[in-house]
């Protein structure tokens, strides 16, 4: 839009817009990112714009377009609060002029707009204030849940007209909120109204890549591997190519998740993503190194928490011991083993304070989770292995 566009040349723009039913220009010219956001007649008195808009609209559209002005002004005073509390208004305006629209969802695209700016304002808040300004996500999540339900309880239109198409871009941005809220709880009804829709496989590909990788991330939080693997994994084989950020991000949890599950990454794979850090880390899982384990880490430890992945890989330990102990029945080649072959073995790996007692808590462990077929003989201090098959291999494990 040109710089000196006059500002009744903007509410033509607005209304032709509107009476054409297009969704991308509306969202165009309400967007903070479009240059009619530098347009000088857009900074006269609000009284004056208001007049004008009063003129040529009617509700509910007087309120949307008033309030847009208001997020303008606000961005001149540099106030990113001012800002984020003006566009809140603005999504709140749009959904009364989303309920009002029947049998017609031509304006999804206008909400796909405005609830991804809004998000990412709220967001700019949130880390202007050092996480102290909370409440702007929290506000945020219930001006998109007002949206939700009026696409999610469109149940009258045709599939064709229908705004249930609008849920899972909300639903996305709402998991970005919660996830920085750690509210994953409020993720399950969002993901059963999703699951249940006759058109879940078909909403917008990037939609559903995103909505995948959410959904990974909270299996992986909740110690479902299985399912972690299954959507992690299609988010990062659909996400497009070019998108090797998003990829990267994607395989920032898709890592930890296929090693917990017995997949080492290649070293190719790694460089190529520039997730160098996790080299050694591997490395260590793969030959069952637990000092080396624990040094990778330590001196990663920056970078992991940074990923949200830290606590994640903590769980891999125990799959390091799978190894580690693996060694030892190669090693000595029977079927009873005793327990102090095993406190040598993480006695070599500097952990100088194991003893009988904290061992056979480790093997008890491995036992439960099936990563070692056998029991333990107390009285005789000994691991019992059976002879078929003793260490299954971690990917035929079903984790509990």
């Known amino acids: 839009m040109a710089f000196n566009q006059s500002f009744t040349q903007y509410l033509g723009s607005l209304d032709y817009a509107i009476n054409n039913k297009d969704g991308r220009k509306l969202g165009q010219l309400l967007s903070i990112k479009d240059s009619h956001i530098?347009?000088?007649?857009?900074?006269?008195?609000?009284?004056?714009?208001?007049?004008?808009?009063?003129?040529?609209?009617?509700?509910?559209?007087?309120?949307?377009?008033?309030?847009?002005?208001?997020?303008?002004?606000?961005?001149?005073?540099?106030?990113?609060?001012?800002?984020?509390?003006?566009?809140?208004?603005?999504?709140?305006?749009?959904?009364?002029?989303?309920?009002?629209?029947k049998d017609e969802n031509w304006a999804i695209s206008t909400m796909y707009l405005l609830i991804s700016e809004l998000t990412a304002l709220a967001f700019k808040v949130y880390h202007y204030t050092k996480g102290k300004s909370t409440d702007v996500l929290e506000k945020s999540a219930e001006a998109l849940m007002s949206c939700f339900r009026i696409c999610a309880g469109d149940s009258r239109s045709s599939l064709e007209t229908s705004k249930k198409w609008g849920m899972l871009g909300i639903v996305n941005n709402l998991f970005k909120i919660y996830f920085k809220l750690n509210k994953l709880h409020l993720c399950k009804p969002l993901t059963r109204a999703i699951n249940s829709a006759t058109i879940k496989d078909e909403f917008l590909k990037s939609h559903i890549v995103t909505y995948r990788y959410y959904v990974g991330r909270k299996a992986m939080f909740d110690s479902q591997f299985k399912e972690a693997d299954e959507n992690l994994s299609f988010a990062f084989n659909h996400c497009h190519t070019a998108s090797r950020k998003n990829k990267r991000l994607i395989l920032m949890y898709l890592l930890p998740v296929k090693m917990m599950i017995g997949y080492i990454p290649s070293n190719r794979l790694l460089s190529k993503y520039r997730l160098t850090q996790f080299l050694e880390i591997a490395s260590a899982v793969k030959i069952g190194n637990l000092l080396k384990f624990k040094e990778a880490v330590e001196k990663h430890e920056k970078f992991l928490i940074r990923c949200g992945v830290y606590l994640m890989l903590e769980r891999l330990k125990i799959l390091i011991y799978r190894n580690l102990f693996k060694k030892v029945f190669l090693l000595m080649r029977v079927h009873q083993l005793p327990i102090s072959a095993f406190v040598v073995a993480l006695r070599s790996m500097q952990e100088e304070d194991i003893d009988a007692d904290e061992v056979e808590c480790i093997l008890a462990n491995l036992i439960y989770t099936g990563y070692v077929r056998g029991y333990i003989s107390h009285q005789h201090q000994k691991l019992v292995v059976s002879k078929q098959n003793p260490f299954p291999v971690p990917s035929q494990v079903s984790l509990r």
């Open 38 to 101: 530098q347009n000088p007649s857009l900074k006269q008195r609000e009284d004056v714009l208001q007049h004008y808009i009063c003129q040529r609209f009617a509700p509910p559209y007087i309120d949307l377009i008033a309030d847009h002005i208001k997020v303008v002004a606000a961005i001149h005073h540099y106030d990113p609060r001012h800002t984020f509390d003006a566009q809140l208004g603005l999504l709140q305006s749009f959904s009364r002029v989303l309920q009002s629209h």
